[in-house]
């Protein structure tokens, strides 16, 4: 299986550490939004899309990178890393996802986890989560990504 990892990771290297985790287990290479071929894309039989979470939602340069994709492509997933937990008011993939689905992947399913966060309030307290992502987050991003090698229905 060829599995390509768009990884946009700009603060701290959260998204990075986790796409990196992932890529182990995927055998896959990992490119930034700048870096990525949407013809290398469109050959892979996986692709992970993957970012901080800024305001809710995924950088922005990841989703107008997404936004610029021909549709008609193939299996996909999304994951996140965040300073704040999810809600079931505020899914980070959730914006992604229904994008990439709107351009023909089928997405497989969306991984996040918590991670050292620096945004404005936190940074008078020298930010939150200052050790995650941790190892128990990177072994379950390698678990996450082993599913998505080795099943071939959606994974959550």
Same mark, same amino acid.
């Not at 599995?3 to 701290?12: D, L, N, Q, R």
């Not at 996040?112 to 128990?136: L, Q, S």
């Given at each position: 299986?060829?599995?390509?990892?768009?990884?946009?990771?700009?603060?701290?290297?959260?998204?990075?550490?986790?796409?990196?985790?992932?890529?182990?287990?995927?055998?896959?290479?990992?490119?930034?939004?700048?870096?990525?071929?949407?013809?290398?894309?469109?050959? %892979?039989?996986?692709?992970?899309?993957?970012?901080?979470?800024?305001?809710?939602? #995924?950088?922005?340069? /990841? !989703?107008? =990178? &997404? *936004?610029?994709?021909? %549709?008609?492509?193939?299996?996909?997933?999304?994951?996140?890393?965040?300073?704040? #937990?999810?809600?079931? /008011? !505020?899914? =980070? &993939? *959730?914006?992604?996802?229904?994008?990439?689905?709107?351009?023909?992947?089928?997405?497989?399913?969306?991984?996040?986890?918590?991670?050292?966060?620096?945004? &404005?309030?936190?940074?008078?307290?020298?930010?939150?989560?200052?050790?995650?992502?941790?190892?128990?987050?990177?072994?379950?991003?390698?678990?996450?990504?082993?599913?998505?090698?080795?099943?071939?229905?959606?994974?959550?």
């Amino acid at each position: 299986m060829k599995a390509v990892i768009v990884c946009h990771s700009v603060s701290h290297g959260n998204t990075r550490r986790v796409a990196d985790a992932m890529a182990e287990v995927l055998d896959a290479k990992v490119l930034g939004p700048d870096e990525a071929d949407p013809a290398e894309l469109a050959e %892979a039989d996986l692709v992970g899309f993957g970012s901080g979470v800024f305001y809710a939602k #995924p950088h922005p340069r /990841l !989703t107008e =990178f &997404a *936004r610029a994709l021909p %549709a008609g492509q193939g299996r996909a997933f999304v994951f996140a890393t965040s300073g704040l #937990p999810e809600t079931p /008011l !505020t899914r =980070f &993939a *959730r914006p992604l996802v229904r994008l990439l689905e709107s351009k023909g992947f089928h997405v497989d399913g969306s991984f996040t986890c918590r991670a050292f966060d620096t945004w &404005a309030p936190f940074k008078v307290a020298g930010g939150i989560n200052k050790h995650r992502p941790n190892d128990a987050d990177l072994a379950a991003a390698r678990e996450f990504a082993a599913r998505l090698r080795d099943v071939r229905g959606p994974v959550s």
